[in-house]
């Protein structure tokens, strides 16, 4: 019976609930803003959830997934992502007579395949998981209908992703015809070199790498980022992210880790050339969203440097980056989405001239964020990459951390671009601010300061880190 017991997948249904509730309150009440707040109360209460089920591990439905430290440290992640992307889209969809009761529910339903992801210990889990976040944000990235470029993008997303999907159920069958297995465990007991695992297994890393947008899977990155709203762009660029990597290290890491040897050089090589290509991209980018869309390339590439080093100290990092990222890159896409001129649904680096004159306080949150991206101390995101880069050292992939740190410098010249056109040139196109966004103002603000608040505190949430791994790595 406790096999069968739903509890562990509690947050799970907390969100589904707030999902089905939004939907409901949608129909009821004429000040559309309250949907935000509810699905919020959901979030939070999941948020309760997670934290009470970290404290007693386990398993549900046959061995299929599983309620532990590292599924509770991916549900926050997932979760922290979920309430910014709810909070930044508020005054948005208000701006822009969008339906609120969709765009919420949509989004609490992507959260549940995200978190999902976290909990499989099963790789048709996996699948579904991903196919429920992938269907919720298909919808999402068109949901601008009015913009032909919103349709691409969804339209973009969806084939590509097909596409991914078929790679990543090739890839399941033949680890099952190599293994007898699909649970995570079977596979570790009865992996072997016979070509029909490893072949699965290659399969496999194509479809994770085109979820976390890895080169050469990278390609439909920048066009869906740029097509599809803003705020679903911050919310996909971490969450899809997150729960890409969560059942990407748990299978590699904690299933296969015995067969490193194998995947392991794959994984170095893949790292060090999604940094490259994603930092040159960038170099050359004049909108603000394609130059996130590449630098989010750059970023898988650090993140998978600690997978590439499949040791405690890089699990760790990669938890501990993950976690950072949401604040940094969500608080980004706020500032974006503060810039975006009605309709356009994108932003010129020439329309941040002289924004620290104008709008003080809404520039120097966007330092902290072009700060923290590039890796400057002693905020966050220079914790994370020494943490990963550390962890390359004691793998002996000293060749892979220096890549990093060169990757690193390069991309200090597109994020302080924009803190130097923010700061030294003079007042260009006025920037399409509301004075109202007091919501958007209090995000961006809360994401800077928790920025800045890891950057100085880090070894809090690295020893939180370092707790959640053991249930990977045993």
Known sequence: MSDLSITPLLPEIILLAAAIAVLIVDTVVGDKRWLTWVGLAGVALAGGATYWLAQQPAQTF???????????????????????????????????????????????LAAIGMTLMAASIHLMVVFVALEVLSLSLYILAGFERERVTSGEAALKYLLLGAFSTAFFLYGVALVYAGTGALDFEGIARNASASPLFLLGMALLIVGFGFKVAAVPFHMWTPDVYQGAPTPITAFMSVGTKAAAFAAFLRLFVGALGMEKATWGPVIAVLAALTMTVGNLAALRQLSLKRMLAYSSIAHA????????????????????????????NIGAFAVVIAMERQGEGDVQASQMRGLARTHPWLAAAMAVFMFGLTGVPPLAG??????????????????????????????????????????????GVVPAVAGRRIVL?????LAALLVLAIGLFPGIWLALAQHSIHAVLG
């Open 301 to 328: 590439g650090y993140v998978l440097v600690g997978l590439a080093a499949a040791n405690e100290s890089g699990i760790a990092a990669v938890l501990f980056y993950l976690f950072v990222y949401a604040f940094m």
């Open 62 to 108: 046959q061995g299929m997934a599983i309620s532990d430290a590292y599924t509770a440290f991916f549900r926050l992640v997932v979760l922290a992502a979920t309430a910014l992307g709810l909070l930044v889209a508020m005054n948005w969809l208000d701006a822009h007579g969008e339906q609120q009761g969709e765009y919420n529910g949509l989004l609490l």
């Open 382 to 427: 220079f914790f994370g990459k020494l943490y990963l880069f550390q962890a390359a050292v004691e793998a002996n992939l000293t060749w892979l951390a220096i890549v990093g740190v060169i990757n690193s410098a390069l991309s200090a010249y597109y994020y302080l671009r924009v803190t130097v056109t923010m700061y030294m040139a003079d007042e």
């Open 441 to 445: 103002a209090l995000t961006t603000g």
